[in-house]
């Protein structure tokens, strides 16, 4: 059964009939499942969810807490990691659907019933029409002409993903660097104590950081008279911000992690006992 | 992968904190709730979607940028709070999402929430909206939204990263009250500089039981408060053993000592 499930789900190399097998099977399965928890009576659905997530967070903790090799025994959980991996991303992947109907059906209506910026959606539409048409003939008949030209799919889905979608891209993240001025000129006005203290800090950081700031205390020698450390050397701009960034914001950073992280097992645990009752799903689902 | 093999002390530590974690909720549960200090930041949501709701304009919420997590799911958590109090003021929300997965539980969560509060009506088809997974796409969409929607009020929670001010500066810019609280640690002071409001470390975990007073989420803060003091400890005695260990090189507690501090070190 292992063997079956581990070359189930396994990788192929080619796209031949087991591969189109497989998916078929898996699509098959996933909407059984679906459709046995969807004709399941509504007070057991609950139970059944809080029992596959209890199942499926208790074989992580088993594979973690069995040791990976005793003696000539291996750990018999970790064999089948990627086959409980590959399983998830497969069921994650039917919520693709969701998605893609989510976006569609909202632009279809702003067209139809001509909401403000129905322009917007008329675009949309056809990039997402494009992309996909073309994004599969890429992948499928790379060498089709086009409306009987010499451009073949390949060339126009370049077009579209590099010539477009990646300029808009890069575009956006510059924008970025306006956004910062801008912020960075309100975070550094100087209405209180807090923010005084946060300017001169940057200021410091941000002059230890070029070579402008660094010339500013070059005059404070690293070695002593003897060629022994000069203690005063500490004062040179570019080490309190070293001393600033490592002594003061690293462990304030790692503070904030500690509780992070401590929030992070809180809410899991909480979630894999079923104990967020009241969080999401209150209403019977 | 990583195993409790690699490190027994650290895996006893990881079930401690475990057991005191469900400690907590099991107390809060059946014996004493907690209560939990003021947090400036959660007391700023209802004045936001108050506002909001007085100008006639919509909310913004938007969970980060990672698909179906814990990060995600503790962030429409406290969604789900503020959703009830947009409800019993009859304002509109908006929800955009950067995963169809987290798509499907969002609109579920705020379904439930509008129900409870007795306003089903109000929470159209398109309020929950995929726009896509693509993190700067996503950031020109929620920049769009903020923008043609004039939205009023703006709660940014879950895990963000570079585009991160793209949020909030175009929230500033359309005058909305900002509220933001992110795991992810360096984009905590771009939200300080942008936002109104900014919940730190831990406290994004213990919103949604400030919000919602529900036991077993209070319960779980105060397992975690002790977790804190357990690995406060921790730190503390080791940062002692260390330097005892500068002075003391052999015998008997140096040898204990570096077995103490050896504990919790990988490969032990």
């Known amino acids: ?285 | 992968m990583q195993h409790a093999s690699d490190s027994w002390p650290v895996a006893a530590l990881t079930l401690l904190i475990c057991a005191t974690i469900v400690g907590g909720v099991l107390s809060a549960q059946h014996w004493r709730l907690p209560s939990i200090r003021r947090i400036a930041g959660l007391n700023a949501i209802d004045e936001a979607v108050g506002r909001a709701t007085e100008m006639g304009r919509p909310v913004l919420m938007v969970p980060g940028l990672i698909g179906f997590d814990v990060v995600t799911l503790q962030a429409l958590a406290i969604f789900s709070e503020i959703a009830r109090s947009v409800a019993r003021l009859g304002n509109k929300i908006i929800l955009p999402t950067i995963d169809p997965v987290v798509q499907g539980v969002a609109e579920e969560t705020m379904r439930d929430a509008f129900a409870e509060a007795g306003r089903p009506d109000l929470l159209e088809e398109g309020d929950v909206r995929y726009l896509t997974t693509q993190q700067f796409a996503f950031a020109s969409g929620v920049a769009g939204i903020l923008v043609r929607e004039k939205v009023a009020a703006s709660f940014l929670f879950g895990a963000f990263y570079a585009e991160s001010l793209i949020f909030a500066e175009v929230g500033h810019q359309v005058g909305a009250v900002q509220v933001a609280g992110t795991t992810e640690t360096h984009q905590i002071p771009f939200f300080i500089a942008a936002c109104d409001y900014v919940i730190i470390g831990d406290e994004f975990y213990a919103a949604a039981s400030y919000i919602s007073k529900n036991p077993t989420l209070l319960g779980s803060i105060i397992g975690q408060d002790y977790c804190k003091v357990i690995l406060l400890a921790i730190v503390v005695l080791g940062c002692l053993a260390q330097t005892l260990l500068q002075h003391w090189h052999a015998g008997l507690v140096a040898h204990l000592l570096q077995h103490a501090v050896g504990l919790f070190r990988a490969g032990h």
């Open chain 1, 1 to 285: 059964m292992g063997h079956f499930l581990h070359n189930f789900f396994g990788p192929v190399a080619h796209r031949n009939g087991v591969y189109y097998e497989k998916l078929v099977f898996g699509f098959l399965l996933v909407f059984a499942l679906l459709g046995i928890l969807q004709l399941a009576p509504r007070r057991w659905r609950k139970t059944i969810i809080a029992l596959v997530t209890f199942v499926g967070g208790l074989y992580y903790l088993a594979e973690f807490l069995y040791p990976y090799q005793t003696g000539p025994h291996k750990n018999p959980f970790t064999p089948y990691l990627d086959f409980v991996t590959n399983a998830s991303a497969v069921i994650t992947a039917f919520a693709i659907g969701v998605g893609t109907f989510s976006l569609l059906s909202l632009h279809a209506r702003n067209i139809v019933r001509r909401r403000g910026s129905w322009g917007n959606s008329i675009v949309l539409l056809a990039s997402f029409v494009a992309m996909t048409v073309f994004g599969l003939l890429n992948e499928y008949a790379p060498h089709l002409r086009v409306f009987h030209s010499k451009v073949t799919s390949a060339q126009v889905y370049n077009v579209l993903f590099m010539g477009g979608y990646t300029n808009l891209t890069s575009a956006m993240f510059a924008v970025i660097a306006f956004y910062i001025a801008s912020a960075a000129y309100r975070a550094f006005r100087i209405r209180s104590a807090e923010a005084g203290l946060l300017m001169a800090a940057a200021l410091i950081v941000m002059l230890g950081s070029v070579s402008f700031g660094t010339v500013l205390t070059s005059w404070i020698s690293l070695t002593g008279p003897h060629g022994v450390e000069n203690p005063m050397a500490n004062f040179r701009i570019e080490n309190i911000a070293q001393w600033l960034m490592m002594q003061v914001n690293s462990p304030a950073q790692r503070g904030i992690l500690f509780g992070l992280n401590l929030g992070w097992i809180a809410v899991s645990l909480r979630l894999w006992l079923s104990l967020e009752r009241g969080s999401y799903f209150d209403t019977e689902i």
